[in-house]
């Protein structure tokens, strides 16, 4: 595929020299900067006049509508453009240069380099302009109007696919589809019927002659033969007889001339219907004006269906579905705010169980903590309380002893000293002090063991109560997730509520979406069905004429005969003339037949060429369909990836019950998948975001429909998108640059400081630049 490479120029427009080599692959926008006029600070600095390069260079005249010298620098006599192409699939560059004189015809030289080596060759001399133009255009793989309709848009050329009329849009679809080929074929085809058909009528009126004649003939000898009377009667009464009987076929075909013109008066009036027809077709009138405009037009020839009655079925069903959905719609805006709350429940539970849990965690640590310490304590507690006992077993033990061996004492009845029998080192007074003393500890290591097991008891209970409080806290976490469990369920209730809704919204859209669709496709069945009736009265009347074309020519030859009979009948005798009448008839009869054996032979060749051209009909719709299909589809993707919610549907060629094609292309725009008007009733903006998506198709379509390394990779647009915002503007250069084109946009500021990839034209003292 060509890339533009390079452009450069000198003395045109306000420019002296212009030198710029184009950022491959991305959007570039153009920027203007006036400042020899404070008003128009993008106005006027010279844009446009780096986009009329390209278009001067690829066809030698300006995108405006102005004449060639105009395009001429005002302080020079010529200009001078030069166009660099490069072609990566064979390595090849392609320059253009023009020369553009004030006074003079102008100059073209092409030059080509292949693998990096001029080419020496005449290979890209041409005699003239116009063939040089021709050549480039051939070289680049495009026509002037794909150029200007797909590559190089300005608002001065530009007609948009979807505006343009019924007979633009077949012409372009058939160059996508090869539809002129196919075109050429019929053509072909057709130049070989005409003769064959009038052959065809030519033999057919020569059989019908024969066939009246033989008629006449096996009459004439069944009067002969049967009319004895009659033939001894005088010749002038039997000649009397003839002459009235050709007076009478006279008549006849007067009768049938009368027949024959109201036939073709038909043919008239049925051409007009169907010019008005069309007319009603290509109207923006209402379906009903249209409807019985046809029904006064038609009703000679055939019955419409009641079309208005399908449509008011069509639209009343349309209106209870759209009824049916506004109120499901209520009810999903009801529901949807019941999700929201309990959403909000369910989160606000959540929120508040998760502090919860925290809180719960904390202070479940704590009693934790709180537990291990009082066991440590009571651990400690018991430890002492158990060595209490065993210190209190012990001055239990001790004291007994001490008691027993006191109350053995014996006291000196001479000196009251005291002393034990079975121990004399026993000191009594020391073992009552001692007695005394242990008494005093057990007394001690008693209270101190009581107080130890009322701190066991304490200890007890407040294991006990952080027992309870943590087995609180879990109730307290049970309730929490059984509360959160029963919001969850109602949340989940409501929200399968409104997914069943949202399901069934879907399936009136979708069922919205259809009956739309059928009602939109009953103007077109309106309009076959009245193109039906016309081609079958046209035949039908066509079938007459032909009838009685014949029914002239047998009674023309009837007439032949009989005047052949009057001179028989005058020049021989009455025998005589029934073998000549025999004769004359076997004559008849063999050339009858020769006839109808060439009729068939005509016939077959005839049926052959019309069963061609009926299947190069049919594939012409279906080329032309395919394209229409890939246009429709390829445009949708386009505005799907620069945001847009609207979406096109084409309807291509249909194939009438009689066989003949309808080249009708009919477009719909949807939105959410309904019906949403016109293309004109939309804004200039959504317009514009349609007009570039059908622009990306057409121009992917063309490249596709080149031959070879043919094509080229470039979009110009001049003041095509200015309707549209900052917003979609941003989001559509992102498209393109995500498909890789390379574009130059003429913009007046409706984007983000921030894009990258932008191009500023000054103009100051009257001289343009690059900055």
């Avoid at 006849?252 to 027949?259: E, G, N, P």
């Avoid at 009693?367 to 209190?392: F, G, H, I, P, V």
């Avoid at 029998?421 to 009581?450: C, I, M, N, P, W």
Wanted: aromatic share 6%; proline share 1%; charged share 30%.
């Amino acid at each position: 595929m060509w890339k533009l490479n390079k452009i450069e120029a000198r003395n045109l427009c306000a420019f002296r020299e212009i030198e710029y080599t184009l950022n491959q692959g991305v959007t570039t926008l153009i920027f203007g900067d006036n400042r020899d006029n404070e008003s128009q600070r993008s106005n006027g600095s010279g844009k446009s006049a780096l986009l009329e390069c390209i278009a001067i260079g690829i066809t030698g005249s300006p995108l405006r509508k102005i004449k060639n010298e105009e395009i001429i620098n005002d302080a020079a006599d010529e200009c001078y453009v030069r166009l660099e192409f490069f072609n990566s699939s064979c390595n090849e560059v392609f320059a253009v240069e023009r020369e553009l004189y004030r006074k003079g015809a102008s100059v073209v030289h092409c030059s080509i380099e292949r693998d990096g080596k001029l080419v020496d060759t005449d290979e890209a001399v041409q005699h003239s302009v116009d063939a040089y133009t021709k050549y480039i255009l051939e070289k680049l793989g495009i026509t002037r109007d794909e150029l200007f309709n797909n590559f190089i848009l300005s608002k001065h050329r530009y007609e948009d696919f979807l505006s343009c009329s019924d007979k633009d849009k077949k012409e372009i679809i058939n160059r996508f589809s090869n539809g002129i080929v196919v075109d050429e074929a019929i053509e072909r085809v057709c130049q070989d019927m005409e003769p064959i058909a009038d052959e065809l009528k030519a033999v057919e009126l020569d059989f019908a002659s024969l066939e009246g004649r033989t008629q006449m003939l096996i009459e004439q000898i069944d009067k002969e033969e049967n009319g004895k009377e009659e033939r001894n009667r005088n010749k002038a009464e039997r000649i009397k007889g003839i002459e009235h009987t050709i007076a009478e076929k006279r008549e006849s075909l007067r009768m049938l001339s009368v027949q024959i013109d109201a036939h073709a008066d038909v043919l008239v009036t049925l051409d007009t219907a169907d010019k008005e027809v069309q007319l009603l077709e290509h109207s923006e009138e209402s379906l009903e004006i249209c409807l019985n405009g046809i029904e006064m037009l038609l009703k000679p020839f055939g019955k419409l269906t009641d079309w208005n009655n399908v449509l008011k079925t069509k639209t009343d069903e349309l209106a209870q579905v759209q009824s049916e959905r506004e109120g499901l719609s209520d009810e999903l805006e009801s529901l949807d705010v019941k999700v929201q709350q309990q959403q909000a429940v369910c989160d606000k539970l959540k929120s508040e169980h998760a502090e919860f849990v925290t809180k719960a965690t904390t202070k479940s640590e704590s009693y934790k903590k709180q537990l291990a310490d009082l066991e440590k304590e009571m651990q400690e507690a018991n430890r002492l309380c158990t060595s209490l006992l065993e210190k209190r077993r012990t001055h239990s033990s001790a004291i007994e002893l001490l008691k027993n061996k006191i109350a053995g004492a014996i006291t000196c009845p001479k000196c009251q000293f005291e002393f034990v029998a079975s121990d004399s080192s026993f000191d009594v007074a020391q073992g009552e002090k001692e007695l005394e003393r242990l008494q005093t500890e057990a007394e001690q290591t008693t209270q101190k063991r009581t107080e130890t097991e009322k701190t066991i008891v304490f200890i007890e209970q407040d294991q006990k109560e952080i027992q309870q409080a943590r087995r609180q806290l879990n109730t307290d976490n049970s309730d929490w997730l059984a509360k959160v469990d029963a919001a969850e369920k109602e949340l989940q209730t409501l929200n399968f509520k409104l997914e069943s809704l949202q399901r069934k919204g879907k399936q009136f859209t979708e069922k919205i979406a259809t009956i739309q669709k059928e009602i939109e496709s009953t103007r077109r069945k309106m309009f076959d069905q009245a193109y039906e009736i016309i081609d079958s009265a046209t035949a039908s009347r066509k079938r007459e004429i032909k009838t009685l074309n014949e029914d002239v020519a047998a009674t023309e030859s009837s007439i032949e005969t009989l005047y052949s009979t009057i001179g028989e009948i005058n020049n021989s005798s009455p025998d005589e003339v029934i073998q000549s009448l025999r004769e004359s008839l076997k004559d008849v009869r063999k050339r009858s037949n020769e006839t109808l054996k060439t009729k068939s032979e005509v016939e077959q060749r005839l049926k052959r060429l019309q069963e061609q051209e009926q299947r190069f009909a049919q594939f012409k719709s279906y080329l032309a369909n395919t394209k229409i299909e890939a246009l429709s589809q390829i445009t949708n993707e386009f505005l799907e990836s620069i945001g847009s919610d609207i979406r096109i549907q084409f309807s291509g060629y249909t194939v009438l019950k009689t066989g003949k094609v309808r080249e009708k292309i009919s477009i719909s725009l949807l939105r959410d998948g309904v019906d949403c008007g016109s293309f004109g009733k939309f804004s200039e903006g959504e317009k514009a975001r349609v007009n570039l998506s059908s622009i990306l198709a057409m121009q992917k379509l063309v490249n596709s429909n080149c031959e070879g390394d043919k094509g080229l990779d470039l979009l110009v647009l001049d003041e095509i998108l200015a309707a549209v915002d900052e917003q979609g503007n941003a989001k559509m250069f992102e498209s393109i640059n995500r498909l890789g084109i390379t574009a130059l946009v003429v913009s007046h500021g409706h984007v983000s400081e921030s894009y990258p990839h932008t191009l500023i034209i000054r103009k100051e003292n009257g001289k343009s630049f690059i900055v």
